[in-house]
């Protein structure tokens, strides 16, 4: 952490990490908390005191009642699902109003937004993206193409507006002939959900981050999704629609590259995927469903099996690359805990060909393994790196030696207590 500069935690490979854990624990030493890409179909998991919460569009900042949580203005908000998440926490306890501020400038995910992300998954047939139907997509379309909704408008014209970009939707669809759907009473629960945001700070956040910065304070910038997920430089086209690397927390934020001090990479212990998309590592066998089963790995939004397998080195690495990770990670340790051996991905191959960078297709390539013995001991229990079963401590080492990136943080469990600073 540095006074007066903004921390960025990132997800580096292909999200689901747990960023909301980590962003949850590391809350206490940070001033501001900001969301800066993504949408809804991040669902960001946090346990504490016996208690669960899924987190789609609000930073996980928000459980610590002193610190101030940002939408920043590379989000997009759906109205209904931002109340139906806001409305979960007020019933625990939370006040949100007055420590939860959303950026004017964010871009509104629209009822027809929703409709267009099926009607084009549809039109692709066997080669859909394998999107969570949350309007994601097209609202970024939209934002590119300046013809976006945003938070601002609704305090200016709101009506005609969402009329405008309502009919010029409804005209695209009749176009794909996708005319088969009904959003009346969605798109009540959609108003309603305007009428709720219009409580909150809708403000120029990005002057309020400079602020912030000039009076010394520090700032959390929390990812969503992953850096392969990355619109330029994930596995394309099966990515998201946002800038989810840490170039991103500037254009995201609107803070000055010089103002970002540490960038935390998290990633798992093994591999996982969600949706569509290259994943040289996948484990179709009784292994990936061991993993899966074992670290739960499903979607915390859509409730989708994860796709799983080992850990993917060349995809670790370009990551930390483009990232400029100053600090990795490491979450889930504890579900290896039953390997004999654990595998770890270092090159991948196809057609006689070996590469150890990340090729521009993706597609067909083979994973290529070194073998490291497991530890054959429950990390549930373990609260300090002294506690390490040798083959765990080895298996850090390892990671860090091929990534040239130390490994601050481990995880061993979902709970906030079973977080380890190394």
Request: glycine letters at 12%.
């Amino acid at each position: 952490m540095t006074k007066g500069k903004v921390d960025a935690l990132l997800g580096i490979v292909f999200g689901d990490e747990g960023k909301g854990k980590v962003v949850d624990y590391f809350t206490p030493r940070y001033d501001v908390v900001a969301r800066f890409a993504g949408g809804p179909n991040a669902g960001h998991t946090i346990i504490f005191d016996g208690k669960k919460f899924v987190l789609r569009s609000i930073p996980s900042g928000i459980f610590d009642e002193g610190k101030i949580n940002i939408i920043g203005n590379g989000c997009v908000i759906a109205p209904d699902l931002f109340m139906s998440e806001a409305h979960e926490l007020e019933a625990a306890g939370y006040e949100l109003t007055k420590r939860l501020h959303i950026s004017r400038r964010a871009h509104l995910i629209l009822p027809t937004h929703r409709v267009l992300d099926r009607a084009y998954e549809a039109a692709k047939g066997k080669n859909k993206v394998g999107t969570t139907g949350k309007g994601i997509g097209p609202t970024y379309s939209d934002k590119a193409a300046r013809v976006g909704l945003r938070v601002g408008d609704i305090l200016h014209n709101f009506d005609e507006k969402y009329k405008a970009l309502k009919a010029r939707h409804e005209q695209i669809l009749r176009d794909l002939h996708y005319t088969d759907y009904d959003i009346t009473e969605e798109e009540q629960k959609w108003m309603q959900g305007i009428e709720y945001m219009r409580k909150f700070n809708l403000t120029d956040t990005e002057y309020e981050l400079n602020h912030a910065l000039a009076e010394g304070k520090n700032v959390l910038a929390e990812g969503a999704q992953g850096s392969l997920l990355d619109i330029d430089h994930g596995t394309y086209p099966y990515v998201s629609s946002s800038s989810t690397t840490s170039g991103g927390v500037c254009t995201g934020l609107g803070i000055a590259p010089n103002s970002i001090g540490h960038v935390f990479g998290i990633f798992k212990a093994y591999s996982t995927r969600v949706g569509g998309g290259p994943f040289p590592v996948e484990l179709f066998d009784e292994t990936g469903d061991t993993i899966r089963h074992i670290g739960n790995e499903y979607g915390a939004v859509t409730g989708r099996n994860r796709r799983c397998g080992w850990l993917d080195l060349v995809a670790l690495k370009y990551a930390i690359m483009i990232n400029g990770v100053t600090d990795l990670v490491m979450m889930k340790g504890d579900v290896l805990d039953g390997f004999d051996t654990i595998k770890v991905c270092t090159a991948y191959t196809k057609d006689g060909e070996t590469v150890t960078e990340i090729p521009y297709d993706t597609e067909g390539w083979q994973p290529v393994y070194e073998e490291l013995p497991g530890w054959k001991t429950d990390l549930t229990a373990v609260r300090a790196e002294k506690d390490f079963p040798a083959a765990f401590a080895s298996y850090i080492a390892y990671i860090e030696k091929a990534t040239g990136t130390p490994i601050k943080i481990v995880s061993v469990g979902p709970d906030r207590e079973a977080t380890i600073i190394r």
